[in-house]
């Protein structure tokens, strides 16, 4: 049983679907800065990586130093992660249960995505589950110990128990 396997404890809300190596190379703190890079950041860095001619990019070079340390499966994770959090982005307003299915697949690609697991409580808790949606962005803080975002809203949901 891996660490993410503890961390995230079992039960109906556990995300084991990280292998024991994803992003093993960088830090906590950097694994949430790579987490929501734009996906064409991420392309960009994937089409270095295979060696195609890449314009010079302009940005954080910090990011783009983490991101060079990933592997090229890990990249595509990031940005599968990234393209699922924005779909549950753009169905939240139409419907939250399309909306917590993409943030669930967020997750899937990468467990270290602290805003769509926030997203995911969020969407679990406005569809009746105010509890599990609790789990879920209890989680989130784990991984993001520093986010006022998360904080605050998890705040708010436990005062609506």
Not at 116 to 132: T, Y
Request: glycine share 8%.
């Amino acid at each position: 049983m891996n660490w993410l396997w503890k961390l995230f404890g079992g039960g109906s809300t556990e995300c084991h679907t990280a292998d024991a190596g994803f992003l093993s190379a960088l830090s906590q703190k950097d694994r949430i800065q790579v987490s929501n890079v734009n996906p064409l950041i991420l392309q960009f860095i994937l089409k270095e990586k295979n060696g195609e001619d890449t314009p010079v990019m302009v940005g954080d070079e910090a990011t783009f130093a983490l991101l060079r340390k990933l592997s090229a499966d890990e990249i595509h994770k990031l940005k599968e992660s990234v393209e699922y959090g924005q779909k549950g982005d753009a169905a939240a307003g139409l419907s939250m249960s399309q909306a917590a299915s993409m943030y669930k697949k967020a997750i899937e690609a990468n467990p270290y995505n602290s805003l769509a697991l926030l997203s995911h409580g969020v969407a679990v808790a406005n569809l009746g589950n105010l509890r599990e949606g609790i789990k879920w962005v209890e989680k989130a803080l784990q991984v993001d110990p520093e986010n006022e975002r998360i904080r605050n809203n998890l705040k708010g949901m436990k005062a609506d128990l």
